[in-house]
């Protein structure tokens, strides 16, 4: 996997918005429940906890924190973290979280039974992403089923990133985090 100046993905508009800075992974786990990657940039090059990381293949997790020169990254391979996700094809809603084990497979909650799901339908992020801009790969479904509960779908999703291979990820600096951030701080309370 070669270093690359942006990802393929990343459509003009996107790049108006968001700016990938290329990062070298210097450690990183796979086979925990918790895992974990860093980063040989830090603070000084504009990297904040609660940024997107990216591969060129899709997405890989989120700074949570930092130093001048390091920043650690918790994995999408981490039990309690998840991304919200959508169907590429046809829009709909849910969220990826990882079960535990296989680090190239992950699931997708929360899509009810009677939406249209089939193997080989492509998962990206979805719009309403707190932290990934939308529309980047996720994985592919690689089988659909039905929950216990019998209301959603049980997807599997193999994941497009090759985490135990990964050299080089990408954190995403969001232009317009701040504005969001400060606007969102007007809404009115709730009575």
Known sequence: QQKADIPV???KAALDRYKPIA???????TRNSQNYLTIEKGSQDGIKPGMA???????????ISCTENLALIVSVLH??????????????LGYIKWPGYQSEVAV???????KKVVKGDTVVTSDYNAVFPPNIPIGIVAKVG???????HDIKVMLFTPFATLQYVYVIKNR????QA???????KSE
């Open 108 to 114: 997708m909650m929360d899509v009810s039974k009677y």
């Open 182 to 188: 400060q606007l969102e701080m007007t809404k009115p």
């Open 23 to 29: 990062c070298k992974v210097i450690d990183q786990s």
């Open 53 to 63: 990381v990216i591969s060129s293949t899709g997405v890989v997790g989120k700074v």
């Open 9 to 11: 993905f990343f459509s």
């Open 146 to 152: 039905l929950e216990k509960d019998d209301t959603f």
């Open 79 to 92: 039990t309690s973290n998840t991304v919200s996700a959508k169907i590429k094809s046809s829009g709909e």
């Open 176 to 179: 317009l985090a701040g504005q």
